[in-house]
């Protein structure tokens, strides 16, 4: 069956834009039009077949690789690949942020550490959110009004 990439958000883009030199750093743009593609698993599916480079499906070549690699062990296994707590994108922590959550409330809905979602977005280029996580982190681990002493 062949890949049918009509309708697909990216059609509309510069091309360039899914194969940026540095994908851990530059993919944000990439990833969030691919968010709302109504076409992005089965792109990811179809890169993860034809072994492609650059961002496919919200996912870079590494994430697809991470995938592929566990797809294969799950299979080894006799098993079912779950999704990878590394998997979670900055587009979903960005998404869950828009509707009001405080890192606390990401992480536990994804299953990792608020450390981990700052991190998550200062990969993903995101330094205005990772700082407001650290912010808001740190006022939920101390308190809004906490006074330093020497």
Request: glycine fraction near 8%.
């Amino acid at each position: 069956m062949r890949f049918d990439a009509t309708g697909a958000e990216c059609r509309d883009y510069d091309p360039e834009l899914w194969f940026p030199t540095n994908e851990k750093a530059h993919a944000w743009d990439a990833k969030a039009i691919c968010g709302v593609c109504p076409i992005k698993d089965p792109c990811a599916t179809e890169a993860i077949r034809i072994g492609a480079h650059g961002i496919w499906g919200g996912l870079t070549t590494e994430e697809r690789d991470r995938q592929r690699r566990r797809e294969r062990a799950a299979t080894e296994r006799g098993t079912t690949p779950g999704p990878s707590k590394g998997d979670y994108t900055a587009t979903e922590i960005e998404r869950l942020l828009d509707n009001g959550a405080i890192p606390s409330d990401i992480a536990a809905k994804l299953g990792i550490s608020a450390r981990a979602v700052q991190r998550r977005m200062y990969r993903a280029g995101r330094d205005d959110i990772a700082s407001e996580f650290a912010h808001a982190a740190s006022i939920e681990r101390y308190g809004r009004n906490r006074q330093v002493t020497a």
